[in-house]
């Protein structure tokens, strides 16, 4: 796949004109190419969920339903096998008695005379031996039947496999598949090739799991390999010490196989994020930030953000102790909170990971109680202007030129109450906890390539 100069991505994981393909966490990729924009340039858009697999193919269902079948058959064929050689054996053993009664029959017909009363109780006797054969002849007769049935399925059988055969032309489908998947690699490739771009859209809500309290936060780790989809887990938004960690989104949606984390401080608020292993979030009842490592179970290292406020200082619209609200982009960990010195106005600051030591901050002019809630893409932060009904992206601030536009991006606020909401780079979706219901949304992306690449 080649870029040319000048060539314009809009890459999306979710675009609120199309269907939504992440209905679950195992749909696939695809891509939409659209005509030329006015200016000539190409305009190219690809829906990328979390994950991509062939297993919801039609053709992948219905060869699993024809090798049930098979299946099906072959074992009714071995218990007729075992059955009509048993059987057999039995018929091979009667063949002597059925011989000696024909004999006697022959000589009582020729001589009625020699016919007595003990010879007759012997012809009885020869006849009572016989007896049991004549369930095994019924046996025989059903055998038959089936035997007929089986013939009409396998004839069945291959005519399906005919059908799937020329409709899948001469590819084997295990080729198919195989190539399918090297295709998903050269997109998530091509995918964090293109790095950063404007936020353009974002897709209607995707419902993981409902579960929990009004209020909370539930999120995966925005720096591990894709391999890794552990999911954490924390319910309430303050004096809260305990998460849960589900080893995948399934045993999430389960609520199976997760082991249980106790801080040994608790939160405040819901603007908590995993990075890298770690979980940063601000202490209750204080503006010191603090990184709990989940491997060693202990904290690494814990930092007061001078001046920020908290304790339901500068929450967001909805409360809950959201003064400080940390997240992760492409380009690493920040937080967004508010001071007396900046007016109750947002404040965005990049912070080191590693000693929780702020780098820069930002004023962004925009009221912190006038929010709903924030995430940052690619260094832009962005802000809905309600946690309620109706909510929208309202406004965008640019911390790499320090400037900032209102938006008007749709945002569906389906169960009416966000209480969190933040963006994993790694995925490309939205998280959100909206009144007990754990969703996501997907993003889509306006990208400008400016020098050429090939993949």
Not at 136 to 165: C, F, M, P, W
Not at 247 to 260: A, E, I, K, S, Y
């Amino acid at each position: 796949m080649r870029f040319l100069p000048g060539l314009l991505l809009l890459l999306s994981a979710g675009s609120p004109a199309m269907q939504t393909l992440f209905q679950s966490p195992d749909e696939g990729w695809q891509v939409y190419t659209s005509a030329q924009a006015p200016d000539g340039k190409c305009l190219c858009t690809a829906v990328i969920p979390v994950q991509g697999t062939c297993s919801r193919d039609l053709r992948s269902h219905q060869l699993r339903q024809l090798m049930e079948k098979v299946q099906n058959i072959s074992q009714s064929m071995e218990v007729l096998d075992l059955r009509t050689y048993r059987d057999l054996q039995y018929v091979r053993n009667t063949e002597s008695l059925m011989k000696g009664l024909d004999s006697r029959l022959k000589v009582a017909a020729e001589s009625q005379k020699s016919l007595n009363a003990k010879s007759f109780q012997e012809l009885k006797d020869k006849m009572t031996e016989l007896l049991p054969l004549m369930p095994v002849l019924d046996q025989y007769k059903s055998d038959t039947r089936l035997i007929v049935h089986l013939k009409e399925e396998v004839r069945n059988l291959s005519g399906s496999l005919l059908a799937i055969q020329e409709e899948m032309g001469a590819y084997d489908y295990e080729e198919l598949q195989q190539r399918v998947l090297m295709l998903e690699a050269r997109l998530h490739a091509c995918m964090q090739k293109l790095g950063c771009g404007k936020l353009t859209g974002v897709s209607n809500p995707i419902t993981i799991r409902a579960s929990g309290s009004r209020f909370g936060s539930w999120m995966t780790d925005t720096m591990t390999p894709s391999a890794d989809s552990r999911v954490w887990y924390m319910d309430g938004y303050y004096k809260g010490r305990r998460v849960l960690e589900f080893r995948t989104l399934n045993d999430f949606v389960t609520g199976q196989n997760f082991v249980q984390h106790l801080l040994p401080h608790p939160w405040a608020g819901t603007g908590h994020v995993v990075f890298n292993g770690s979980l940063y979030y601000n202490k209750y009842q204080s503006n010191i930030a603090v990184k709990y490592h989940f491997r060693s179970r202990s904290v690494l290292v814990q930092r007061s953000l001078a001046g920020a406020g908290y304790n339901n200082t500068f929450p967001y619209s909805w409360g809950g102790f959201s003064d400080i609200d940390f997240m992760v982009d492409e380009s690493g960990l920040w937080a967004v909170y508010t001071t007396n010195q900046n007016a109750g106005n947002i404040v965005v600051s990049r912070v080191d990971p590693q000693t929780l030591e702020v780098l820069r901050s930002w004023d962004t002019g925009y009221p912190k109680r006038s929010a709903g809630e924030s995430f940052m893409i690619c260094g832009t932060l962005y802000v809905t202007n309600s946690h309620l009904a109706g909510a929208k992206i309202y406004f965008a601030y640019y911390t790499n030129t320090s400037s900032y536009e209102y938006t008007d991006i749709p945002f569906h606020n389906q169960y009416s109450h966000i209480s969190m909401l933040d963006y994993n780079p790694r995925e490309r979706v939205l998280y959100t906890w909206n009144n007990g219901h754990q969703v996501i949304y997907n993003v889509t992306l306006f990208h400008v390539i400016k020098t050429s690449g090939e993949l």
